[in-house]
């Protein structure tokens, strides 16, 4: 039975994580600091098999006994927290990513690291594949969460030619579903959340900027394709299905049967203009790809944020 370490495993992805290992029969370690995950998100599946322990991962990481898995999630990952945490976004990137990799290595573990779009910070090639480097303001609001990403891929990379660390790196781009927390930020979240308050559906610059959305099921089956595969440089895991964000809006409204109205407001520093992944290393490679229709995901999603507001 595979023994597998999930840092932020307590959040919106880790936790379908925590659930995804344990049905392919790994016994999980979920470890959080809870600053931005929930511990009511792991709660169905603290039994047999499961061990949640409540630790900072930039503290010094000791796990008795053998483990052959370590994914590493811990972050905060919305706008909103890492511009409100923006020490700990850092220190979560460099020391948290140093000592998951140190750990990995006294445990001769696998080791997949989350990494993000925003290492393509506001691209200048659209889509955007595995060969970009990127766009990035480092001096910038955003730049605390894509300099934490870009220093966590560099170090992972380091580890594996340096140590001979078997690593993985998937660049996960925007991600939705049931769990989601509703202030947190995020486009998904708060579109949901004001259209069925029937609030005004808050929109920035004019709206022309694109996203493209992948539903949580396929993400964490793409993360797990990576995970047992052979490739160690970086995957682009989402869906390249893209909308503009104002349509994105409009097909909120529609799918809540909302009286909302849609306002207009500044576009935020460095936010960026366009976000598509290139997928076509991750089907060639992981044979993967999205199949959630973004109507059908957005619809599951809508029925979890009603039962839950």
Request: charged share 25%.
């Amino acid at each position: 039975m595979p023994r597998t370490l999930i840092t932020g495993g307590a959040g919106f992805l880790g936790s379908y994580l925590c659930e995804l290992l344990l049905s392919k029969g790994h016994q999980v370690i979920c470890m959080d600091n809870l600053i931005t995950g929930d511990i009511g998100n792991i709660d169905h599946i603290r039994d047999k098999g499961f061990l949640f322990i409540e630790q900072d991962v930039t503290n010094y990481m000791y796990i008795k006994g053998e483990i052959d898995y370590i994914l590493h999630f811990a972050s905060p990952a919305s706008p909103v927290d890492y511009i409100k945490m923006p020490i700990q976004t850092l220190k979560v990137g460099s020391l948290g990513t140093h000592k998951a990799l140190g750990l990995a290595k006294e445990k001769k573990s696998r080791f997949l690291l989350a990494s993000t779009s925003e290492i393509y910070g506001d691209p200048l090639i659209h889509p955007q594949s595995e060969n970009y480097w990127g766009n990035v303001n480092p001096i910038g609001p955003r730049g605390v969460y894509d300099e934490a990403k870009r220093f966590a891929e560099a170090i992972t990379m380091a580890y594996h030619r340096y140590h001979n660390i078997d690593t993985r790196i998937a660049r996960i781009f925007n991600t939705y579903g049931p769990r989601m927390r509703k202030d947190d930020g995020r486009v998904v979240p708060t579109f949901i959340s004001q259209a069925l308050n029937n609030e005004p559906i808050t929109v920035y610059g004019k709206g022309k900027q694109t996203r493209s959305f992948c539903y949580v099921s396929d993400l964490v089956d793409g993360i797990y394709k990576l995970l047992i595969s052979e490739e160690t440089n970086p995957v682009n895991i989402g869906n390249d299905s893209e909308i503009t964000i104002l349509d994105f809006a409009k097909k909120v409204i529609e799918l809540t049967n909302s009286k909302s109205a849609i306002v207009f407001k500044e576009l935020p520093v460095d936010d960026p203009k366009t976000r598509r992944p290139n997928i076509e290393k991750a089907k060639s490679v992981l044979n993967w790809e999205p199949k959630t229709s973004l109507n059908d995901g957005l619809k599951l999603t809508i029925d979890w944020f009603k039962k839950s507001l």
